[in-house]
């Protein structure tokens, strides 16, 4: 063995060097051919055991420094390219124009829930919730809708196939009425309160269906409220609603949860009562259910019987929102079409 080897391994690593520039992909090349375990290199050195000691001496720590030198040249060279590729990378150009940001909106819906809650806290009602999956107890038994009552045959249900820890039947609200015993087990009349959400029915959807809609109750509770404290409220909400002047009309119904039960029917906002081709020539457009709280709903709420007196009423957030902003078809609201989205 000799230096002479050691000479021609160092400058052919330098032209190496020089050939592979700032080429990565070459100086990887470079790395196996002079450092890997089958390099000329490594192989001089693991021959290093068999020389004498004399010659293990003096070659043995020239072969040693010399892979020293190329590891060293190597690896700091790579390095220092690959700093600078990340550099670049990062590299902004402030002079750049900037890239304008897709900005959201609340959905119509959302505003006009908010709308809603906004009227009801000026007249002093509180907001509450309600959990949107629920037993049967509170969604049906508990407003006097048995199993077995034909009545239950009015809501279309998704019932969940899972029971809860206490073995009990789970559906998603078909109505957020759910939230009525609910909130009168943990409070004391008199109170007036509202309850916005989700509800959920198994039905086909048209362009007035919809088997995930927006919903929300009105409940007020106190020792001495009558069918006129409803009207009175009902008519100063849609008059707030709408911005003008609304009547509204009672008809006879039936609800298992409210007795005596009410369809009601506010003036028609169009032609303001005369009779146009939107409320059929009637001077009224149907609005939703109402009634006074059947005193079996209290007994499930643990009120004693016939002490207390109220009236609920629900409807559906999508109808007012269609009435209101002229949407010809509730599916839109779900449709994730941005058109239809961006114009409100
Ligand atoms: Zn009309």
Redesign the pocket.
């Known amino acids: 063995m000799s230096k002479d080897i050691l000479e021609k391994i160092k400058s052919d690593f330098e032209k190496g060097l020089q050939e592979a520039g700032n080429d990565l992909g070459k100086l990887e090349e470079l790395r196996i051919k002079f450092l890997s375990r089958k390099s000329e290199l490594n192989q001089l050195l693991k021959g290093i055991k068999d020389l004498s000691s004399e010659e293990k001496k003096e070659f043995g720590s020239l072969a040693n420094q010399t892979r020293k030198e190329v590891e060293t040249k190597l690896m700091d060279l790579i390095e220092e390219i690959q700093q600078r590729k990340d550099l670049e990378k990062d590299w902004i150009d402030v002079t750049a124009p900037g890239k304008k940001e897709a900005i959201g909106h609340l959905n119509l819906l959302s505003k006009v829930q908010r709308e809603i809650e906004d009227i009801f806290t000026s007249m002093s009602f509180e907001i509450a919730d309600g959990p949107e999956i629920e037993n049967e107890w509170y969604n049906f038994d508990a407003l006097n809708i048995p199993k077995n009552h034909p009545a239950r045959d009015l809501w279309d249900t998704f019932w969940i196939k899972n029971k809860n820890k206490k073995g009990e039947k789970l559906l998603v609200r078909t109505h957020t009425s759910n939230a009525q015993v609910r909130y009168m087990e943990k409070h004391k009349p008199p109170f007036q309160v509202i309850v916005p959400g989700k509800a959920y029915r198994y039905e086909a959807t048209d362009a007035h269906h919809e088997h995930s809609f927006c919903q929300f109750e009105a409940l007020v509770v106190g020792d001495s409220v009558s069918v006129a404290n409803f009207k009175s409220i009902a008519q100063e909400f849609f008059s707030a609603f709408f911005g003008e002047k609304i009547e509204i009309r009672l008809r006879p119904s039936y609800f298992p949860f409210t007795e005596p039960s009410f369809e009601f029917d506010i003036s ?18 149907e609005m939703g259910g109402c009634g006074m709280v059947n005193q079996r709903v209290f007994e499930s709420a643990g009120y004693e019987k016939n002490k207390y007196q109220g009236f609920a009423w629900g409807f559906g957030i999508e109808r007012l929102a269609m009435m209101k902003h002229q949407v010809g078809d509730i599916r839109n609201f779900r449709s994730g079409d941005l058109r239809f989205i961006r114009q409100f």
């Open positions: 028609c906002k169009v032609c303001q009562g005369k009779g146009c081709p939107t409320c059929g020539h009637t001077g009224w457009l």
